[in-house]
């Protein structure tokens, strides 16, 4: 049942909730997890199934919307079409996933009978050996296999695609040909500075607007799609139909229409993807907070924000780097990407 909506010092209402549900993963990709060794969240500290459902319930309550599932990766989370299970139940208008692909072939039967809405699976490369330089592990097939059979069981699916200068920005027409082919909606997304993604630099950003004209040139004409509201993608369609989006969160970011919390898989909430410091709600769960007061809680954290994470960011010109260096991550894990849920 709805309360109150929250909505921030910005004026913006709170209706997406990325819900990560674990901090580990399958893949080390080199913009997210490029060390050898992490230090994960304790077991103890993880949010139980019942814990975040009673949670989503307060989110509910004060205007969420949509709900996404994402890690780490979400599915090496034991049992996690039982929790779909659980949330499927909300009045929410999407129950989404964010997966790298590798468990979808096994587990895309349940996930859909569960009451997922849509999957979206990030695949960078249609090649093996970029792949495996990219991820460090040898897994593509798997990746490919898992996008196939999400179709098969009638699971809508979209893809992720983050282009990187000098490692797969000669894709950008065969990474749409296999979502045409895929019947799957593509988004390229701008490689970002957050946390975990030690090695960024600017000159390795593929931009929106390189993208766009490079797709001119070798495409056709793209035309921009209208109505995109708060949604973080801009839509564009090619010459014969295709849709397609961007996500240039690096060279335009759209923090104005934020619309997005995130809660890490110990419960804590950040009210921007660069934010540094959380809310911790697992601990007033865990210490018997009412409904009420946790709905309060969210109402008052949520109408004291004022980020615009990216736009600081874009601010810093040439001073631009990465978000944190190893040290500080080590010191900090909830500042990963892996952490806090992309
Ligand atoms: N493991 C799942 C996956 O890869 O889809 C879900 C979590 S992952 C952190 C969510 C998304 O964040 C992925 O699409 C990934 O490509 C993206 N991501 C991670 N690091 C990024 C970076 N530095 N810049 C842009 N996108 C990034
Ligand atoms: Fe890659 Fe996602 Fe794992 Fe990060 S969390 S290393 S983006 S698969
Ligand atoms: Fe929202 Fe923060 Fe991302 Fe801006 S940087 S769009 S405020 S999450």
């Known amino acids: 049942m709805r309360t109150r909506d929250a909505i921030d010092a910005l004026r913006r209402p709170l209706r997406n909730l990325r819900l990560s549900v674990t901090d580990r993963c399958n893949l080390r990709c080199s913009y997210c997890m490029p060390e050898d060794t992490y230090a994960w969240l304790p077991t103890p500290e993880i949010l139980r199934f019942e814990e975040i459902a009673a949670l989503v319930d307060r989110f509910i309550a004060v205007g969420v919307r949509k709900v996404r599932l994402t890690g780490g990766e979400p599915l090496v989370r034991k049992d996690l079409p039982a929790l779909i299970r659980m949330l499927a139940l909300k009045p929410l208008d999407e129950l989404t996933l964010t997966t790298n692909g590798i468990l979808l072939e096994e587990l895309c039967g349940e996930l859909k009978a569960a009451g997922l809405t849509r999957v979206t699976v990030s695949l960078d490369t249609q090649s093996r050996a970029r792949f495996l330089k990219l991820a460090r592990r040898d897994l593509h097939a798997q990746v490919l296999a898992g996008i196939s059979a999400a179709r098969r069981v009638g699971l809508p699916v979209k893809l992720d695609t983050v282009l990187i200068h000098g490692v797969n920005d000669d894709e950008v027409v065969t990474m749409l040909d296999f979502a045409a082919e895929h019947d799957a909606e593509l988004r390229f997304i701008e490689y970002m500075d957050v946390g975990g993604a030690t090695h960024w630099s600017m000159g390795q950003v593929v931009s929106r607007k390189e993208i766009l004209d490079r797709l001119a040139v070798k495409v056709g004409p793209v035309e921009a799609l209208p109505g995109r509201g708060s949604a973080p993608a801009e839509r ?51 210490r018997g907070d009412s409904p009420a007061a946790l709905e309060q809680l969210l109402l008052d954290t949520w109408g004291k924000r004022s980020d615009r994470g990216a736009e600081e960011r874009l601010a810093l010109r040439e001073a ?21 849920g992309g």
Do not use: N, V, W
């Open 320 to 340: 631009r780097g990465p978000l944190a260096t190893q040290s500080e991550l080590r010191a900090q894990p909830h500042l990963e990407m892996h952490t806090r």
């Open 236 to 286: 564009f369609r090619l010459p014969d139909g295709r849709a397609f989006g961007i996500i240039a969160s690096t060279t335009q970011p759209f923090c104005a229409a934020c619309d997005r919390a995130r809660l890490t898989a110990d419960g804590q909430l950040l009210t921007c993807l660069y934010a540094t410091k959380g809310l911790d709600l697992k601990g007033a769960l865990r």
